[in-house]
């Protein structure tokens, strides 16, 4: 059974930092974990994805050069650094696993597995 758990949201200044962290169990082979948020009002983007074997990565452009994902695999856990965070990137963030996601230019579509999300909110 696949799980998920993201940590690590809360309130940051314009300008601050959060890492959150998605740990995931239950599979037993590669997969790919993907970050993903959503606002009020508007529809769920993706941001990053990283796989868990070659550690090759993706980003939306809105968070290139200040989000970067990463994994330990030891711990089967994958985190996001954001940096220079902006008020619009306030959202709740989730994050998604599949065995085939995080590939090529459709890298953020066909995650089968969901965490539950946390709420990143940067405001001052």
């Known amino acids: 059974q696949v799980q998920l758990v993201e940590s690590g949201g809360g309130l940051v200044q314009p300008g601050g930092s959060l890492r959150l962290s998605c740990a995931a169990s239950?599979?037993?082979?590669?997969?790919?974990i993907g970050w993903f948020r959503q606002a009020p009002g508007k529809e769920r983007e993706g941001v990053s994805c990283?796989?868990?074997?070659?550690?090759?990565?993706y980003y939306a452009d809105s968070v290139k050069g200040r989000f970067t994902i990463s994994r330990d695999n030891a711990k089967n856990t994958v985190y996001l650094q954001m940096n220079s965070l902006k008020p619009e990137d306030t959202a709740v963030y989730y994050c998604?696993?599949?065995?085939?996601?995080?590939?090529?230019?459709?890298?953020?579509?066909?995650?089968?597995?969901w965490g539950q999300g946390t709420q990143v909110t940067v405001s001052s």
């Open positions: 998604a696993a599949d065995p085939l996601a995080c590939s090529g230019s459709s890298w953020y579509l066909f995650y089968d597995y």
């Open positions: 990283i796989r868990r074997r070659d550690g090759s990565t």
């Open positions: 239950g599979f037993t082979l590669d997969y790919a």
